[in-house]
């Protein structure tokens, strides 16, 4: 009965965060658009909003006058490779580049700054590729029409879209268990037991202050083996803590050495690959056009130059959303046992917004700079 | 035992904590959210001139568009078309293109939004369509018969693209002309430069009841209202 109501209150938490989510991302459309004075080119959308589409759209603009400039003057290719990576900086700061699904990946896991950037930028090398290779086949090669490779842009699209909801269902699975696990002794009802479970969980905190530390092994177990550790809380806590995982040691999540691990690198890059195959439509554009005129070469150049300033926004970002997890997570540790408890419901809710993301895409309800082919 | 705690306090607990959690989601939501939907930015620029079709009897027949798209779409989009002479695009050779053009355009209510009195009126099939290759790049004519043809009030279109991936601008001069329209209407452009706060807002209500989703063009909208009393 206890048990029901903790899953009951867990869930209850659980659709909260959906529904805050639904919440905020109406908000965000609501806000941006209305709230600030209407009107594009000449800067009358409010503040840095108004000042990043402006920018833009000028970048944007000017890479078509440059690339035929370059077809007389050689020295133009230089302006339009300066251009491009200003307009990948800014313009990854707008929907799509995977800057929400990275960033709640990396929230969601164990995950470091310097793992972020570096992912941050194979995602952006990797979006700069498939538009080379989409351009590249289907116009150089092919000499497919517009239409046709819009739709082949549309299709990876969905896969990507696809991919990312079934991945952030992956991260919401593993994520939620870690947090119902941690919820459980705490929710747990009954004097006694609860006595215990807390007993437990300050042999833990004990534990930890003397450098080991066993930050995914609390609590899972507390409960299931608390004659175990009231026996051992006062004498030999980390004796305590090996003897618990000999029993429990299968249901546990990833360890942070396993995540550090080739598998973590490997766990990392499947989610690069669900941002990463969806090209810009921006870069698409620019490649063919560059091609048209003859200076395919430059259009290349142009979109690695261009993902080069999309991976340094996204990166940032990323820095940023990790920065806040460990500010996080300080915040929440000064009070022990619990303070995991905060840090598993942030990680179920980064994994909730991948989900939340991934099927809004799907469903169309975040028409997110979706590919309009005509 | 050294700790044992009463019902009360751990219900006090365990609200702050939901509380916390909850709080520390809506950041991160908020966060994630605010910074994706910051500036979708338009891929397509379209110049835009329109025509407002009446019949003798007063009533609106339709809507004639004429969309120039720019430069870099333009090329895009003759991209893989084959022409009897290399880089000569006859109407004969667009017109393929341009089917493909309106049959895809249907999908997207041809971005052309039509209210008369406020009611939202509904488009037939595009007529009469075809492109057109000149310096200025490509365009793209087509009609867009009303469903009902309407005799009324006042008449309201607007053009543009919910997700601004496209940008509609409308021409420099005369962008709108009214085609044998009774003498006593007046017409008023609004284009999205001349928007303030206030219109911003009108939009707002209007177009979330719509149920609409993404409809971040809509500030980028290009009005049209003719009043015929």
Redesign the interface.
Known sequence: MSKSRAVA?AA??AL??VV??DA??H????Q???G???????S??GG??GW??TK??EF??A???TI?AAKSDGSAVWTLLGISFLYGIF?A???GHG??VI??YL?ANEETAKRGIALSFVSAFMQALVAVLIVGIG?WLL???????CSTERVIEIASYGLIAAFGARLVWVKGRGFFRALRP??K?G??Q???A??SA?AHSHSRDHGHDHHHHEHGHAHAHTAHA?AHAHAHHHHAHDDHCDHCGHSHGPTPDQLAGPGGWWRGLSAVLTVGIRPC??A???L??A???GLFWAGIAATFVMGLGTAITVAT?AVI?VS?KGL?ARL?GSRDG?GA??MR??EL??A??VLVFGVGLLL??????????? | ?????D?GV?RD??RS??R???G???L??????????????????VAARSELLYATDGTITGVRHAWTF????S???????ATKTPGVYTREDLAP?AQ??VE??QE?KFFTFAKANGKKEHFNEPVDYYLEKTDAGLTLHFTLPFKTPVKTKQLALEVF???Y???FSLEKTDPIKLVGAPASCTMGIQR??????A???T??EDT?MNGE????G???ANKVTVDCP
Do not use: W
């Not at chain 1, 000499?143 to 490779?149: E, K, L, P, Q, S």
């Not at chain 2, 035992?1 to 705690?5: I, L, P």
């Open positions: 209150g209850l938490v909260a965060c805050i989510a905020s991302v908000a965000a459309f609501a941006n658009p209305f600030a004075p209407k009107g594009v080119p000449d009358q959308v840095i909003i990043l589409l833009q759209s944007y603009r890479m078509s006058t035929r313009h700061a707008g929907p800057k929400a960033s709640s929230v116009a000499n497919v029409t517009a239409r046709t490779m705490s929710l009802t004097g006694p609860l006595a215990m807390h007993a300050h009231e439509s921006g698409i554009l620019v063919v056009f091609l048209a005129q970002i959303a806040a996080a929440a619990r408890l905060v419901g942030i809710g980064a909730g917004i169309g309800y975040l028409g997110t700079e979706p590919v309009r082919c005509f | 035992m050294t700790v044992s705690m019902p751990r607990d365990r904590f939901s916390a959690i909850l520390l989601c809506a991160l939501l908020a966060f994630v959210s605010g910074i994706t939907t910051a500036a979708a930015h338009p891929h397509v620029f720019d430069d870099m779409f090329t895009y989009a003759l991209q893989g078309l293109l493909t053009n895809s355009l997207y693209d919910p997700s991936f496209i940008d999205p430069s001349d928007g303030g706060a219109k911003a807002q939009m707002n979330f989703n993404s409809n971040f809509a500030m980028f």
